[in-house]
């Protein structure tokens, strides 16, 4: 292990389509965690991993909180709130461009037992006054004990890197858990189906149901270096 190194476990949390999957795809620079305007979209709590010279994050992009209304809504809650005792740092993710509601309250209550720090991000201020963003702040400051508040956004890029860095100085010394040129602990085969699924709930919009799920036999890479599924 190198001298100073820290490592650790982020969890991204946060209601549906705030922008969970876009701020992962952005830091760790490429697309593994699939993007749709409906809600759920993330079933799997995908691992992308952030690694520099002296740290790597291991961010685990959970499916979205909200109120159960199914039982596959159940197990997808649970499953997120489950991550919270495995990691070293929460990131709660909300929509600039939404007020708070109920979905982001119901998350609240349930990080108020949380011992790790947790750290406000809110995405989307491309979209929004600079002046509604201090409104926001306002809205969400007394609602938990917050180790830091950072607007971003994801799309765009902005304070991604300063967030990024308040993390690297919040986790211990530990030890390089992943390779540096290793960007998520999915197969391949995973990575592609999820792909494939973003397109098809894309194109198909409400004709097939959400829980439509895409199983990949065979992955083949031709001389001219096309990858055919």
């Known amino acids: 292990?190198?001298?100073?190194?820290?490592?650790?476990?982020?969890?991204?949390?946060?209601?549906?389509?705030?922008?969970k999957s876009t701020f992962l795809n952005r830091v760790v620079g490429q697309k593994i965690a699939i993007m749709s305007d409906k809600?759920?979209?993330?079933?799997?709590?995908?691992q992308g991993i952030y690694t520099e010279d002296d740290a790597?994050?291991?961010?685990?992009?959970t499916p979205g909180i909200h109120k159960p209304h199914s039982r596959l809504g159940d197990f997808m809650v649970e499953s997120a709130l489950s991550t919270l005792n495995e990691v070293d740092a929460v990131l709660f993710m909300v929509n600039a461009t939404q007020k708070r509601g109920r979905g982001d309250d119901f998350i609240i209550?349930?990080?108020?037992?949380?011992?790790?720090?947790?750290?406000?991000?809110?995405?989307?201020?491309?979209?929004?006054?600079?002046?509604?963003?201090?409104?926001?702040?306002?809205?969400?400051?007394?609602?938990?004990?917050?180790?830091?508040?950072?607007?971003i956004s994801a799309l765009e890029?902005?304070?991604?890197?300063?967030?990024i860095e308040s993390l690297v100085n919040t986790l211990p010394e530990g030890p390089q858990y992943y390779p540096a040129d290793q960007i998520t602990d999915h197969p391949e085969r995973f990575i592609a189906g999820e792909l494939i699924r973003e397109k098809v709930l894309e194109l198909t919009r409400e004709e097939v149901p959400h829980s439509v799920a895409v199983v990949v036999d065979r992955i083949h890479r031709e001389d001219d270096e096309k990858v055919l599924v």
Do not use: W
């Not at 292990?1 to 922008?19: D, E, K, T, W």
């Not at 790597?56 to 992009?61: A, P």
């Not at 890029?157 to 967030?163: A, F, R």
């Open 56 to 61: 790597q994050i291991v961010f685990i992009d």
């Open 1 to 19: 292990m190198q001298n100073n190194f820290h490592s650790g476990f982020v969890a991204i949390l946060g209601r549906p389509n705030v922008g």
């Open 109 to 151: 209550e349930r990080l108020k037992n949380v011992k790790k720090p947790i750290y406000l991000v809110i995405n989307k201020i491309d979209q929004i006054h600079p002046d509604k963003l201090l409104q926001i702040m306002d809205d969400y400051r007394n609602t938990l004990d917050y180790a830091e508040v950072f607007p």
């Open 157 to 163: 890029g902005n304070n991604c890197p300063e967030l």
């Open 39 to 46: 809600a759920q979209t993330t079933r799997n709590k995908i």
